[in-house]
């Protein structure tokens, strides 16, 4: 295998420890054990999906799922057999079947509640300018969003139109939990995400609670009532939205789930999975995780390099006043174990009001959170790349004809840098490069990615016919033929963490070195 790769500094042992933040949004990466005949849950991958479940079986392995999509199988396996099993010359990998669990448990960093009948009114669409686009016939209509996640409650906000009327927004449903041949949401997380993304409902000042009122959904439950699953169940689900995303107008899969990073990008069976679903033409939102503000703390799948991974921050509860918001301390920060920028760029994910309904797990047990009869308040990353998703959906629905890519580079390219404006040339109002080179960065790259997400610009800007990834050939990488690692390192002379090359590294106003901190 041929692999090509910018040198990234191997960090000391100091910085790996930081690393281990990552598995606090994970429970630990051990596989479910059958008592009954020891036997332990992996993925098993190779050149060929049917020589890949005879030579498990051959070992007295039992196939519990295939998965073409990373070139493998789910198997319960003796742990004696592993090591040579992989000596086989059919077997290129053995992955334990990692468990991963939303991000998020409905806690939130507010005392914001208060049960009443009617439905409030949300502010995120208008704090990232959702409101905007909509006044331009923009709504998300043409655009299926697949939520793969805990599945999807029946809210009316997520089943009538954007008219109120009720019409069959949820055009497909597939239960890789327990097989519900109806949606459902045991645990609520699924339904919160979905409403951010596409409440149709309008609250007290008469707007739209959801950032894309106008699209319709596909709910792929993978997570269980306390909101876990596994590499499997979620690679499963992946699958499905990439064999059925012609047929349901798939164009947006949102994962706002976490594991623990045990494997470069590229080696990882989740991460390849959404590697592929980009590859297809999905454009993949991803959260990056609650283990903030520690540098290294993205898990699986946010530390992917090729799809969109979304950082949190809060309007302050002024959402018109941007003076005061700021990158809350939960949402996960970079660089990657792989050396790449991440988080790409942030969004609001704090005391965000979506839909849930009240007998689901998170609503029984997060009663303080409750807004009104069918709505919670919750924070984290899973919110943010809901956010994220939505605008997504709006580019492509006023952009049918967009790549994953361009959609990428449409979102990071129009996003507003965190700057402090004291710091910019006087002359410079709505400063841009090259004067943000005179200006002060209030967060580093590795925190805010390229800024606040901006949906005006990102849908209805005249902007270049570009992509993101450039330099990354991805059918390469996932055939094996070539890697890739970010220009991120750590200096030990400085103990910061830096960039190599142009551009963002040469910025002197701190956006592109890091002392790994919170607030520095």
Known sequence: MKTFSFQLSRLTSAITALALVVTLLAIPASTPTLASVGAQSYIVQGADVDQVSRIVERYGGTVTSRLDIVQGVGALLSPSVISRLLAEPGITAITPNTQVKLVGDGGDDDTEAGVGPNSPATDYPDVVGADVVWAQGVNGKGVTVAIVDTGLGKHKGLFRDVKGKTANRIVAWVDFVDGSRKPRDPNGHGTHVAGIIANSQKGADGEWNGVAPGVKLVGVRVLNEEGYGTYEQVIKGIQWVVKNKDKYKIKVMNLSMTGPVAAPYWADPLSQAVTTAWAKGITVVVASGNGGPGAMSIGVPGYNPYVITAGAFTDNYTPDDWSDDYITPFSAAGPTTDGFVKPDLVAPGAHM???????????????????????????????????????????????????????????MATAFPWIDLSTCPADAAQPAAPELNSCQALYSMWQQGAGRVAAPDAVLGDLPDSSANQGMDIWADLGGDVHYEGHSYYDPETGTFRLRGDGYGQWAGGYGQWAGGYGQ
Do not use: C, E
């Open 353 to 411: 009001v979506s839909t849930m309904m009240p007998q689901s797990y998170l609503a029984l047990n997060h009663q303080a959170s409750q807004i009104s009869n069918s709505y919670f308040s919750m924070a984290g990353s899973s919110q943010a790349a809901a956010t994220v998703s939505g605008v997504a959906a709006l580019i492509l629905s006023g952009n049918s004809d967009l790549t994953p890519d361009q959609v990428k580079f449409r979102l």
